[in-house]
């Protein structure tokens, strides 16, 4: 099912967007709707759970780690191949 949605913009608005669907190869309801959806996946993920789930799977990992001196340490040592 599909829903139209009526939004009103100003003249030099609309023209500004027509010119950018234009250049981009769109129309301009394409355009609009790649925005959206660009828009909505900037936004943090609607279930709690689902990030508390990747929260614990993250957790789950043991990787190797030290001092944040020593880390840095160790990759400026690998840049110039020599102790830093």
Partial sequence: ??????VILDD???NEIRAIARRDGMTVAAW??????AAKARE?????????????VAMSHSFPTADIEEMLAEIAKGYS???A
């Fill in 44 to 56: 943090p993920a609607p279930d709690p759970q689902r990030k508390l789930d990747a929260l614990r």
């Fill in 12 to 14: 030099a608005e609309m």
């Fill in 81 to 83: 191949g020599r102790p």
């Fill in 1 to 6: 099912m599909s829903t139209r949605l009526h």
């Fill in 32 to 37: 609009v709707r790649r925005a959206i959806r």
